[in-house]
């Protein structure tokens, strides 16, 4: 009883010592543009070149207009570049489809992955992917993913021990929604993929590590919580998706384990609405604390985060801003 006891009283002084270490500063708070070509934007992703962040999202008349393109902006110490379009879903003189949710990634010889998906709906789109070789600044033609494939289908892929790449993605058909892993090697050949079992209904997983093996994915779901999974063998095999205890609004999330281990997750904390977005840590990926309030208001819409970790330690996140901007935040913990 004593041993338990006091098992207690230190889980609770580690506890109260670490969430006092977690206090975020705002370093940086601003949008990525003033105005643009486009009156309506959602779905950004972010990475850390040589020459600063690098964001994309897609813009158009709105969400599912045949206009949605994919447009990217770097941020260096001048401010942000002025938004251009990399992608788009014209099929010919005639006819195009919206494109969706890009999603970046940087190999480790500094090529960098754009992913996006075209169709008209999330239940008929595909993957494709680009790539560029000068941090951005051209791109190569689109690439359809192999049939049944769609890539990374909103949170960033990530290296695995062994060195192939996983990308988190799902399904939404006929209403229902499913969570898999897929996998390549860093030159995204030989595609294969792992469903994630369980009985909720839930999209767009995001990635922690936990050393070794040991692997974590978060997802949206329709229940109104955010689910979990656990992987011991690099994402090969996946426990149930089980309840978090976070309830949440079942719009997309993002997710990232920091250097020291620790996990930062960003989402809309609140059962309906996107009017509130917040920023949570965990030390063990299970037990969550808010450790900041990024928007909250009593209407609007702050959406889809997006969040990484940067060489120097610091975090940079971006999210939707009432579907007319793109806010970027840069924090320091």
Sequence with gaps: MKRSILWIGLTFFYQMVFSQQISPKVLVEEFIYDSAPFPSCHASTLIETEDGILAAWFGGTYERHPDVSIYTSVRDQKGWSTPTLVADGIENEVFRNPTWNPVLYQKSDGEILLFYKEGPNPREWWGLYKKSNDGGKS????????PGFLGPVKNKSVKLSDGNLMHPSSFETNGVWTSHMEFTNADLENWTKVEVPGPFQAIQPTVLFHGNEKLQILTRTQEGVIATAFSEDNGKTWTELSSTGLVHNGSGIDAVTLEDGYHLLVCNLIPKGRNKLSLLGS???????????????????????????????????????QRKKIKYVHLSL
């Design 139 to 146: 791109w190569s033609k689109g690439i359809q993913t192999p």
């Design 283 to 321: 030390a063990d990926g299970l037990n969550w604390e808010e450790i900041l309030v990024l928007e909250d208001e009593k209407s609007g819409e702050f959406s889809y985060p997006a969040i990484i970790q940067a060489k120097d330690g610091s975090i940079h996140l971006t999210y939707t801003y």
